[in-house]
């Protein structure tokens, strides 16, 4: 019924969870495990196949397989490999993600199985809610009166997340994820489902999501994000209405500063908040700046995401 698909790179060595993200698999009734590793080393594949053999459960393993002209696995590579895969060698309705550095949380598979929603022949996708493993940003968001849960599940959908997700096999039959989307391969993912007229069903018990990401800001990687926002209509940023609204929307980031020292302050020592709310204001200025730039290039004009996904 159900195939479980990981995509990994330097996993047992990177992610301190991953021997509980493969344990907490186990709630989930399935007999193949598709791994899709990229790493420098056979570690992690030699933890998997460890797994495997210790709870009997089928192991197929592989590197990205790259298109022509393309040279270097990315995880839309890695994604799309562990597709091909689940149709090449399986029958299974399902194909599941789990990422290494998510947790099931106890219950997961049984909510889902008892709610009816895998018998529901128009759900094409299961999305688990990704709670942070710490309530740093569950507090901050709080404090500015933003409900966490909704938070997280907008998120979802402006943009989806592989962190613990089924998908129908009809619903993702027929996908090619570009393989230069390092990131928002998930999203397409996502998208390709729902622009198919397929309903998603989110799971509020989810996992524990051990990001390791940090609050460091990544210019290349919003950089990336609003170029690919341009080209396939895949954004984590809300378009701008006018260009007047646009451009005055950078003194937003600007105005909001004080708001969040105070916010900050009631978590950090003042000037630990005060350095980071100024990270986090300049990231934000900087990003609507480049997004601007980049939009006035582009005339002004976003691509429509179902489009690019289902041409």
Known sequence: MVVLAMITKNSSERTAVFPQVLKSSLQVPYKAIILVDDSD??????????????????LIVSR???????SK?????ARQTAVDIFFENTSDEWLMFLDDDC??????????????????PNVGEVWGVNWDATDDRKRYLEALGIDYFKYLVDAFERRGGTHDTLYRRAAIEGIRIPPELHIYEDAWLHHYVRCGGWESVINPIGVSHFSITGDSFDRERWLFAVRTALKYGISELE???GRLRAYLSLLRPIAGFPLMVSVY?????????????ARRQYAKLWVRWIFLRELEKAGWRIPDVCSSVRP
């Open 103 to 120: 947790v099931l949380r106890s219950g997961w598979w049984s909510l889902i199985a008892n709610s009816g929603a895998l018998e529901k």
């Open 41 to 58: 080393t056979d570690k992690t594949v030699s933890a998997v196949r460890r797994f495997a053999e210790e709870h009997g459960k089928e």
């Open 265 to 277: 302050a009631r978590l950090y020592p003042l000037p630990r908040a005060t350095a980071i709310a």
């Open 64 to 70: 990205s397989r790259l298109p022509p002209g393309w």
């Open 239 to 241: 378009p701008p209405r």
């Open 73 to 77: 696995p990315t995880r839309a590579t």
